[in-house]
C-alpha cells in the first residue's frame, strides 16, 4: 500500500486528502507545524468564545461553482456552512457569486474534510528535509525521526516550500524555481477581542470595510457575522490591518502593534467596550501578491521523472489558485 504524506492542514491540504480517500492503494497522512487545524482558516478560541482570525467568508464564484459546486453544497448540507445574510457594510458582490459563513467558526471547514479524508493527522511537524532514499522520499521534520513515503504533496506557502532541503533542491529545475519565486506575499495583523458574556456591542452592522484609515481595513463582529446570539456566550471582535500597514510593521514586536490597532479601532468605533483578552496574529502569507495563474502556477506540477497516477487525478482541480508540488516515487 502506498504511503502518502499531505504536507499542510489547512484547507488545501484538508480537501486534499478529502479527495484522496477513495483513491485504491493509499494511506494518506497530513502533518501541519501548527498546534492544530486551519491555517489561513483559523478559528481562535478564548473566554468560552471564538474569533475567525484569518478568512472571513467563503464565497462562491459564479465561474466556480460548476466544478467545485458539489464541495458548497456537501457543506451546507452539513450544517458547516450557511449563507452570508448579515449586514457587511463596503462589501463589493459580484453578480453571481454566494457568501457563506461558519457557525462554528471558519476552520470548522478545515476540521470536517481531514474528518472526511480519514488520514492520519499530526500537529507541530515541521518538515524540514525531502530527499531521495532507495526510490522513496524521506520526509525530516525538526522533531521525531524521519519517514518515507511514496507521495508528498507540499500544500504551504511557497517560500515555505523554498526553504524546503534535501533533494528537493535539485529536483525542482530552474525554471520551475523562477516561476515559485515570482510569487510574493502580503502581509498584515489581525487582532481578537473578546468579551464576557452579555456585553453589548451597539454597532449597526455585523462587518464593516473600512476605506479611510491608514491602519485598519476590516472589522467584524463575530457572532453577529454567524448570526448567532448566546447569552452564554461572549461576543467577539475581529480586525484586520491594511496590507501597507502590515509590510511596515512586520517584524516590529507584536505587543507594540497590537496597541497602535487598539488606538485606531477606538477612533473608528468609540462606543466599543474593554475586552477581557486579546490576541495578536501576525499573517507573514496573508494573501499571495502576484497570482498563482499569472506565475503558471494555476495548477500544480510534478517536478519529477515520473507520471502522476491516479491516486492524484483528482487533486489537481481541488482549488484555483493554490500552488501544489506533488513527488511521485517511481514505485507509483
Not at 522533531?143 to 507521495?151: L, S, T, Y
Not at 456585553?199 to 454567524?226: E, L, M
Not at 490591518?241 to 487598539?262: K, R
Request: charged content about 20%; hydrophobic content about 40%; proline content about 7%.
Amino acid at each position: 500500500m502506498a504511503r502518502v504524506l499531505v504536507v499542510g492542514a489547512g484547507l488545501t491540504g484538508a480537501a486534499g486528502a478529502a479527495l484522496l480517500r477513495g483513491a485504491p492503494r493509499g494511506r494518506v497522512s497530513v502533518w501541519d507545524k501548527a498546534r492544530g487545524a486551519g491555517g489561513r482558516m483559523s478559528t481562535t478560541r478564548a473566554d468560552r468564545g471564538s474569533a475567525d482570525l484569518g478568512a472571513q467568508f467563503v464565497t462562491c464564484e459564479p465561474e466556480m461553482a460548476g466544478p467545485r459546486l458539489s464541495f458548497y453544497e456537501e457543506l451546507v448540507t452539513q450544517g458547516i456552512l450557511k449563507p452570508l445574510t448579515a449586514p457587511v457594510e463596503g462589501m463589493v458582490v459580484r453578480d453571481g457569486s454566494r457568501n457563506y459563513v461558519a457557525p462554528q467558526g471558519i476552520s470548522s471547514v478545515v476540521k470536517y474534510f481531514l474528518q472526511q479524508s480519514g488520514a492520519d493527522v499530526s500537529y507541530e511537524q515541521h518538515v524540514t528535509h525531502i530527499s531521495l532514499r532507495d526510490g522513496r522520499w524521506e520526509v525530516s521534520r525538526k522533531a521525531g525521526p524521519p519517514e518515507q513515503f511514496d507521495v508528498v504533496i507540499l500544500t504551504m506557502p511557497v517560500p515555505q516550500i523554498l526553504q524546503l532541503q534535501g533533494d528537493i533542491v535539485n529536483i525542482i529545475n530552474e525554471s520551475q524555481k523562477q516561476q515559485l519565486e515570482s510569487v510574493s506575499y502580503s502581509s498584515r495583523y489581525a487582532l481578537g477581542l473578546f468579551y464576557e458574556a452579555g456585553t453589548g456591542i451597539a454597532v449597526p452592522w455585523a462587518a464593516q470595510y473600512i476605506t479611510d484609515n491608514p491602519c485598519i481595513r476590516f472589522i467584524s463582529i463575530n457572532n453577529k457575522k454567524r448570526n448567532i446570539e448566546s447569552p452564554e456566550v461572549g461576543p467577539s471582535v475581529v480586525v484586520h490591518t491594511t496590507v501597507t500597514f502590515g509590510s511596515e510593521h512586520l517584524d516590529s514586536e507584536p505587543a507594540e502593534v497590537q496597541q497602535i490597532i487598539l488606538s485606531h479601532l477606538q477612533r473608528i468605533v468609540p462606543s466599543l467596550p474593554k475586552p477581557s483578552s486579546i490576541k495578536c496574529q501576525r499573517w507573514r502569507y496573508s494573501q499571495d501578491r502576484l497570482q498563482l495563474e499569472a506565475a503558471g502556477l494555476d495548477r500544480p506540477f510534478v517536478p519529477a521523472p515520473w507520471s502522476p497516477s491516479e491516486l492524484s487525478n483528482s487533486l489537481f482541480t481541488t482549488r484555483r489558485g493554490k500552488c501544489f508540488i506533488i513527488f511521485f516515487s517511481k514505485a507509483i
